[in-house]
């Protein structure tokens, strides 16, 4: 949603003609105009000095703002440029590019055979999700153990200790999710 509408449904919501708000806010007419009609952003001040007019919130002006070039991104595999090798028969690849800023951070996992990750510990609030897409996993977290076959998933606070083991010969594939994104 783009600032000019939400200031004209908080307008409206408070039965508030264009005019009033000017006169109110000492935003110039033609200016909210602009704003409401999306011709223009405004600055903060006015955008402070409109909630004021309007008894709302800075929080309540940018609440429902969203950059929509940030909720879609495609990469194609031969696009894949971020990998990093996590122990010697163990590698990450992300999936996404940007990944601080989003609210999720997934990768592919690739073991070889005989292969493990290194032990993990992620801070408190971390958490991870696996998907095992190819071959068998074995996934200790804490003192619990995990055997994962094609097909399962495991969900985990990853801020408790955990390794992923490959116990067999053949590289196996999984999806992690890990949210929010630690690197």
């Known amino acids: 949603m783009k600032i000019g509408k939400q200031i004209r449904i908080l307008r409206k919501e408070k039965g508030i003609t264009l005019d009033e708000l000017s006169e109110r806010s000492c935003v110039a007419l033609a200016t909210l105009s602009r704003m409401e009609n999306s011709k223009m952003t405004g600055t903060l001040d006015s955008h402070n000095r409109i909630c004021k007019a309007l008894g709302a919130s800075l929080v309540d002006l940018y609440r429902e703002l969203e950059d929509e070039s940030k909720t879609i ?11 990093f090798v996590h122990a010697t028969k163990a590698t990450y690849e992300l999936l996404v590019t940007k990944t601080l800023d989003k609210k999720i951070m997934p990768l592919m996992i690739k073991i070889k055979g005989g292969g493990a990750t290194q032990p993990e ?24 153990s995990y055997d994962m076959k094609r097909g399962d998933s495991l969900y985990f606070d990853a801020s408790l200790p955990h390794v992923l083991e490959n116990k ?8 992690c999710i890990v949210s929010p994104p630690a690197l």
């Open 168 to 175: 067999t010969k053949a590289e196996l594939e999984a999806i």
């Open 121 to 144: 510990e992620n801070k408190p609030g971390v958490e991870k999700f696996i998907y095992l897409m190819t071959g068998s996993l074995n996934v200790k977290v804490g003192d619990q």
């Open 73 to 83: 991104e495609s990469v194609p595999r031969t696009k894949r440029t971020e990998h």
